[in-house]
């Protein structure tokens, strides 16, 4: 679960700090004070796209932090999986930096990739944003959901049934390829057997460009390694007129004056040491010149295979491990040119084997998926009742699709009944948002007692929803904070009385400038603002006196769970 939320320099938000507690969290405020660009900070961190407009006013960079802790072995296991870091006493550090030009990710202090903070998100939090209960609109979603639900009894024939597709698609492609006529056919053969002959002239062979290209690189270095001592045997050598001869004619020179002079003895001496020392460098350029182990036909031909092997790599599929498979795939596929019956006789016959499995592997997934469904059914049933649905009938419609899917061949519908007498209806024919917002948090009240996942985040489940219905929503998410961690956006007192632990999330003007600010409400505070979101900016003692058992009754309800 999240022990704590920093937010820095983000929208409104200068700075702010969040120590959460086990339970329920609640966030409340004024309209537009701000509570929805916390939830969206969080969301920056798990890996949702951010722009350089989300930092404040003023200041260089954002900052969000998050800082969760990690009991659940199976959890912790998952996480080192993904090759992740994890501290020692199992918590986990999120950060993100947003700048004006770039943005970061760390975990536990190193970079990660968006992809892989999401993945990591997943383990960790369930976020339920204002949007989320809509997708319960589209099929779709119900497929998905009950899939959810019963992942640990089908996930096996999901993934065999993904495969299988795969190949079903493949042969259905590799048929209406060979659905043509005799012009058609002949300048397929044409092409396939050019590009045979390309590729197998090329004699292509795995690790070849690697080695090719080391080779290249040391005679790369000889080459502009001989250049340059060519040059230098060039300054120097004497029958050129190089430094050599010039030098030879100074010492000479300088020794007739040493003869007259001997104060200039030594200096004749070290002229003639410096024209032996570069005769002696000399000689050596030369021998490794003479020596030739530099080969510029070599080089030549080894620039030219490193070309031919890139221009087919690029050409067949970006190395030359793709462009061998697409040679074997090629060559298969002109067999089947060749031979045009036959081979449209033996694919049928193989689409038809794969049809086959694919049946099976539906006919589990449905089976599977209607046991799951009357269970859910019966869970969401009970759980709509205790949030106020009376008399609701819920239910798991699975119909055949008509094709095959890397799902399986199952339509999936959620149909509900709000009254008596009502026939059950799509949601998208019934339900309202209030309801909708209460089909969600009885969805993710059932699948909580399946995962592992112990924070959940709801950005204004109330939406919509008031009186008897408030308060059947706030004792259901009293029940669900129980043994994990909810933080919740909320507008209605009655949820906000549920809190174990509560916020104020205020916007004021600081310096000339607009700032959210958030501050932890001690018991007595708590008090207070359940009185504002009761009776408005003018509280009485009588809203008081309201707040106050409000606050009484959730204690009492939490204390029977």
């Known amino acids: 679960m999240i022990d704590s939320i920093s937010v820095k320099n983000l929208a409104l938000i200068k700075q702010a700090d969040l120590e959460l507690c086990e339970g329920l969290n609640i966030l409340s405020g004024e309209t537009g004070a701000g509570k929805s660009i916390l939830i969206g900070s969080v969301n920056l961190c798990l890996g949702a796209k951010a722009d350089k407009s989300m930092i404040r006013d003023g200041a260089e960079y954002a900052l969000i932090e998050l800082v969760f802790h990690v009991d659940n072995e199976k959890t912790l296991a998952a996480i080192k999986e993904m090759e992740l870091p994890v501290e020692e006493d199992g918590t986990v550090i999120i950060s993100r930096r947003i700048g004006a030009n770039r943005s970061s990710i760390k975990v536990c202090g190193e970079s990660v990739t968006v992809k892989q903070v999401r993945d990591l998100a997943q383990l960790l939090i369930d976020v339920h944003g204002q949007h989320e209960h809509q997708s319960l609109l589209h099929p779709v979603r119900h497929r998905q959901l009950l899939d959810e639900y019963c992942m640990d009894d089908i996930k096996q024939d999901l993934e065999a049934a993904a495969a299988e597709y795969e190949e079903y698609r493949q042969l259905c492609h590799r048929l209406e390829a060979l659905d043509m006529d005799e012009n058609a056919r002949r300048r397929e053969i044409?092409?396939?057997?050019?590009?045979?002959?390309?590729?197998?002239?090329?004699?292509?062979?795995?690790?070849?460009?690697?080695?090719?290209?080391?080779?290249?690189?040391?005679?790369?270095?000889?080459r502009d390694s001989f250049e340059d001592l060519s040059n230098v045997r060039g300054l120097l050598d004497e029958e050129s007129g190089g430094v050599l001869d010039a030098l030879s004619r100074a010492v000479h020179e300088m020794n007739s004056a040493a003869a007259m002079n001997e104060a200039l003895a030594d200096d004749a001496q070290a002229m003639s040491t410096a024209e032996d020392t570069l005769r002696g460098v000399l000689r050596d350029i030369r021998d490794i010149l003479d020596d030739g182990a530099f080969d510029p036909q070599r080089f030549d031909e080894v620039e030219e295979r490193l070309d031919t092997i890139r221009r087919l790599s690029t050409r067949y599929g970006g190395s030359e491990a793709a462009a061998l498979e697409y040679l074997d795939k090629r060559r298969e596929e002109l067999k089947e040119l060749n031979d045009l019956d036959e081979s449209r006789r033996k694919l049928a016959a193989l689409k038809a084997e794969s049809a086959g499995r694919l049946d099976k592997l539906c006919a589990k997934l449905t089976k599977k998926r209607s046991k799951a469904a009357a269970a859910l059914k019966k869970e969401i049933c009970a759980v709509l009742e205790d949030l106020n649905f009376l008399k609701v009938e819920f239910e798991v419609s699975i119909k055949p699709h008509g094709e095959y899917t890397p799902c399986g061949s199952d339509d999936v519908e959620f149909l509900i009944s709000l009254n008596p007498g009502e026939s059950l209806r799509p949601l998208k024919d019934v339900a309202s948002g209030g309801e909708l917002s209460r089909i969600m948090l009885a969805l993710k009240s059932v699948f909580a007692a399946k995962d592992d996942i112990e924070t959940l985040i709801f950005d204004e489940i109330d939406s919509g929803i008031s009186g008897k219905t408030a308060w059947k929503v706030s004792e259901k998410m009293g029940a669900l904070s129980l043994g994990r961690q909810l933080i919740c956006i909320t507008h209605l007192p009655q949820?906000?009385?549920?809190?174990?632990?509560h916020f104020l999330i205020e916007k004021k003007e600081a310096g000339g400038k607009t700032e959210t600010m958030i501050r932890s409400l001690s018991k007595k505070d708590e008090e207070t603002e359940v009185a504002r979101m009761l009776g408005g900016?003018?509280?009485s003692e009588a809203v008081m006196a309201n707040a106050r058992e409000l606050k009484e009754r959730a204690e009492a309800v939490k204390h029977k769970k």
């Not at 949820?495 to 632990?501: H, L, N």
């Open 495 to 501: 949820i906000a009385a549920m809190a174990d632990k």
């Open 537 to 539: 900016e003018e509280i």
């Open 190 to 222: 044409d092409l396939a057997e050019y590009e045979i002959n390309e590729l197998e002239d090329a004699d292509l062979k795995p690790g070849e460009e690697d080695e090719l290209e080391d080779e290249f690189r040391r005679m790369k270095g000889a």
